[in-house]
């Protein structure tokens, strides 16, 4: 089979690949589609290590052709994810507290074990969710790491009905955040990001104002927005450190600041501001099995729908400099079913 695996000098070679037998409690997928996250930008370019011979992707769907032994949540047809959240172990302290993306033993597909990013994918059957029947089978791939990641995201903000969210970067992760902010969440949206075809998305799918950081300020409008207090709360999707900064700028005393965007860098934290003004900041991960199953919920009732665009697997490096240069608006899914 043919998959996308990341070389030494951090590209991507097409190549083909064999899969090992499945083990106890494993599926063989057969795979539809798998969206290009910026995060596989990330791994490719070894920003958090070297993984040279990983097949990418974790914005995996497709169905299952083949059960092990001990499956019993799979069968043969079921149409599936393969999210990067692959495997946790099941019994430690975050296991069994709701947060099983954070278990330090949790394997993470197309970073520590080879991803959906290839024609065929092994997955553990239990951590691959289920796609409701009515959900597009390319826009459920966006769901499964750019939906889930920021349903959670703005979930996590405690962000209420009426109340003012910030969003900084509305790329494949951004626009979805202002969608399921608006449209599940009943918030107002601000839009904040760099590039103005970014921006006349956001305002597309939903954002109720929108702000270009080169060219006008985020404090100004965010007092503007919300009669000098502040907006409620942020989430931070962008790939830069000053967005990160700035969002704690635009909100209110006791709000929370919600970091989701990977930039390898560090952010300044204003001890008087953190201190006297109450602001909580907060890092989230992706979402756990039942996040997704709800984030691919709102997106089958049409709350949520992700803009994609299909590309052929050879086109993977191509993307991958779309991607670095900012040129993608929605995100780039790659189709697996011709
Ligand atoms: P993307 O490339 O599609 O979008 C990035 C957006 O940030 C673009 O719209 C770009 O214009 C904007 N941007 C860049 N510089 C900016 C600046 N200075 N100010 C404001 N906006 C700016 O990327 P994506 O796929 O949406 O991923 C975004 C980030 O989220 C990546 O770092 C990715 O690794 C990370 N991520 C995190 C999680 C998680 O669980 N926390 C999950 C998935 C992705
Ligand atoms: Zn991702
Ligand atoms: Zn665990």
């Avoid at 092994?122 to 691959?128: E, K, L």
């Avoid at 100004?220 to 790939?239: C, I, P, Q, R, S």
């Avoid at 299909?310 to 490096?317: G, T, V, Y």
Wanted: glycine fraction near 10%; proline fraction near 3%.
């Amino acid at each position: 089979m043919i998959a996308a695996v990341v070389t030494k000098d951090k590209k991507v070679s097409v190549e083909e690949k064999q899969l090992r037998p499945l083990k106890h409690g494993e599926a063989l997928v057969q795979t539809e589609f798998c969206g290009v996250c910026h995060t596989d930008l990330h791994v490719k370019n070894a920003d958090f290590g070297d993984v040279t011979g990983i097949v990418l992707g974790h914005e995996g769907i497709g169905k299952v052709i083949e059960v092990a032994e001990g499956v019993t949540s799979l069968k043969v047809g079921d149409r599936v994810s393969i999210a990067w959240m692959y495997e946790s172990c099941g019994h430690c302290e975050y296991c069994t507290t709701g947060r099983e993306t954070l278990c330090r033993d949790v394997k993470n597909a197309g970073y520590t074990v080879d991803g959906a990013m290839a024609e065929q994918v092994i997955v553990s059957a239990d951590y691959a969710v289920k796609v409701p029947a009515n959900l597009d089978p390319a826009a459920a791939s966006s769901v499964t790491c750019a939906g889930v990641t920021t349903y959670k995201a703005v979930k996590v903000s405690n962000i209420r009905p009426g109340q003012w969210i910030g969003i900084f970067g509305i790329g494949g992760l951004g626009n979805l955040a202002v969608q399921y902010a608006k449209h599940v969440y009943g918030a107002n949206v601000v839009a904040f990001d760099i590039n103005d075809e970014k921006l006349a998305f956001a305002k597309e799918v939903g954002a109720d104002a929108i702000v270009n950081l080169l060219n006008e300020d985020p404090i100004a409008k965010a007092k503007e927005l919300t009669n000098g207090k502040g907006l409620d709360a942020t989430v931070v999707t962008a790939v830069a450190k000053t967005p990160f900064n700035q969002a704690i700028d635009v909100v209110k005393a006791g709000a929370r600041v919600v970091a989701v965007g990977l930039p390898v860098d560090k952010m300044d934290l204003d001890i008087p501001r953190l201190v006297l003004d109450g602001i909580q900041v907060i890092g989230t991960l992706v979402g756990t099995r039942q996040d997704l199953q709800e984030a691919f919920q709102f997106a089958a009732e049409g709350k949520v729908v992700p803009k994609v665009t299909l590309r052929k697997i050879e086109e993977i490096n191509e993307i991958m400099e779309e991607m670095e240069q900012g040129k993608i608006t929605g995100r780039m899914v790659i189709d697996f079913t011709k």
